[in-house]
């Protein structure tokens, strides 16, 4: 499918888009309200009629001044769902509404303006309900750069997943397409030796040489941007103040350059002439993608199918951010590919190096995407789920290709972003999948699990660029189980009347695992009460048996390894006594000293 928009239907940004306001968006595309306000002015001297009818019963000429109401709020500008429900109501007279003391020419002429009445009311909602659609849309995308303007929308329930405010936030572009996981590989290693590379140094000293300097206006910092990648993206193969028209919006944008190859849109890009001229581009240019994929979905296009990722440039005075765009199904999600780059010179040409690995992953990207996304996975579509993990490699398996297939549910909980239930295979049992960016205790996991103090630990998918999804036994919560009881953690066990009884028998199991970590060498780092799962009934009292007093199992082990050999992070909970520093060794004999710092405080009766 070709994208929204070609060259001749847009040829010249216009000056005022570049300057955004409210006035600006007002003259994109606004119905025409002349003639709304003279039907809902006839509309309101008919109502005002029918509202002083003699005879009238009450019921009637309250209805009447409701519609009054309405009309009034249309002549004042009022914009509202609430208007639009109350005019699409029709006004009814019924043989009753009227009192016995009319005669036949004056019920007629009471008939007659109750129809001229509902003739302008319907006139009016379909004038009306245009105007609404446009007041109640988001403005176009230099509209919705304003400083004062996104912050509103982005509450709203169309807000753009891009970062800002920070809790509009969707899953990491690299678990949703492969595309943007080479981007990153590619951005961070070395340049191999050929061609397109060198023309990816070439575009990058240019830009350091000349994005520094002073430019006149945006255009002329355009052009020139233009002119240092040529040898990398062809100056003439960018779309110019390309336009794109969705039928599901009010607004048109128009993107200062586009780069489409094979009908595939891979790049959009803005541009300001300096750092803080013309608001904010990232939001800017945000609000492009989101138009584009509601152009899409308008059309139907099978791009959608794969989430249609885009490359999102803000060029702002010497400053370069890339950024990624995606369609879950859901929601446009926008995230920075990397840190805002400064385009000066320097000796030792090390900016020039890095930008130029940017500037080829960039190109490398809009390659794979021209090829219609020919090495995207195939995993529906499916919003707030990966969709780079088709598969994983079982720990027991015999062959070492073969792999079990992965299906994601949905996500465990909202707090959890990276945690999801999925089923495994032919299997419909709900297992866990946790993704990982950094190491996993693997090895203390499974030496717990052997003794059944631990979830069962089924494989993993290791993905460069990405992070690693470890599949393991979901511990099924009462919630899902209300019948038979659960899983829950010792903290909100201990939270419960009667729980200090328990706590000989739960001081038991957990000493059990303390001493298997202890035997086994292996430590945990992060043993507290949240991450030491309890298996309750029914009634939320312990699950037990005659040689098992109390089921205790321990998670989350992504500080785990062997004693000695991994460390504490750098970013952890500052109001813990960690049994040592941030960067010094874990050994065996901490896990005990934590849990000595925090267990019988547990279990101290609440003030």
Partial sequence: MAPPSSKTSATRKRKSDTVPSDSVAKRQKKPDRDDLVAKAQRLLEHLNLIADTPGLSQKDRHFAHFKILHAQSVLSEEYSNTVLYGLQVPLQLSDDSLDSSLNAV??????????????????????????????????????????????????????????????????????????????????????????????????????????????????????????????????????????????????????????????????????KVEIGEGNDVYMQVSRDFQMYISYLRGESSPLLDHGAPTFLVCVFG??????????????????????????????????????????????????????????????????????????????????????????????????????????????????????????????????????????????????????????????????????????????????????????????????NILSVMEKEDVVHGDLRANNLMLEVDADGQLSSDEDLPVRMKLVDFDWGGRSGEVTYPLERNKEIAWPAGIGERIVVAHDRQLVRTWFDKLFAPKK
Wanted: aromatic share 8%; net charge neutral.
């Fill in 106 to 271: 004056e019920r007629g002429e009471v008939k007659y303006v109750f129809d001229r009445a509902n003739e302008l009311r319907q006139e009016v909602v379909l004038l009306y309900a245009p105007l609404l659609q446009y007041y109640n849309s988001p403005p176009p995308p230099s509209g919705y750069a304003v400083r004062t303007v996104w912050p509103i929308w982005q509450e709203k329930n169309a807000a753009i997943k891009c970062l800002r405010p920070t809790h509009q936030q969707g899953l990491p572009l690299q678990i949703l397409h492969g595309v943007f996981r080479q981007f990153r590989l590619q951005a961070n290693g070395e340049l191999p030796a050929t061609a397109e590379a060198a023309a990816a140094i070439e575009s990058a000293s240019l830009l350091c040489s000349e994005m520094g300097n002073s430019f006149p206006d945006e255009k002329a910092r355009q052009q020139r941007f233009d002119e240092c990648i040529d040898s990398l993206i062809g100056s003439k193969k960018w779309q110019r103040q390309y336009t794109i028209n969705s039928k599901n919006e009010s607004r048109t944008a128009i993107v200062d350059r586009c780069l489409i190859m094979n009908d595939v849109l891979c790049i959009i890009r803005e541009d």
């Fill in 318 to 511: 010497p400053l370069i951010l890339i950024a990624g765009g995606f369609w879950d199904g859901k929601s446009v999600i926008v995230e920075p590919l990397g840190p805002a780059f400064v385009m000066f010179p320097d000796h030792s040409r090390d900016r020039i190096q890095v930008l130029a690995r940017q500037l080829y992953a960039l190109k490398q990207a809009a390659n794979t995407l021209s090829s219609r996304q020919s090495s995207a996975t195939t995993a529906p579509l499916i919003p707030g789920l990966p969709r780079v993990y088709p598969s994983f490699k079982q720990f027991n398996s015999e062959e070492a290709d073969e792999e079990q297939s992965l299906t994601f549910i949905r996500p465990l909980h909202e707090d959890s972003p990276l945690i999801f239930l999925a089923t495994a295979g032919d299997s419909e049992t709900p297992r866990l999948v946790k993704l990982v960016n950094n190491r996993y205790g693997t090895i203390t996991h499974k030496k717990l699990e052997t003794e059944g103090l631990a979830p069962a630990l089924y494989g993993q998918k290791s993905l460069v660029g990405a992070p690693t999804a470890y599949v393991m036994e979901y511990l099924i919560p009462p919630s899902d189980s209300p019948k038979s009881g659960g899983w829950v953690t010792l903290y909100t066990f201990a939270q419960t009347p009667g729980a200090v009884t328990h706590k000989g028998i739960i001081w038991k199991a957990l000493d």
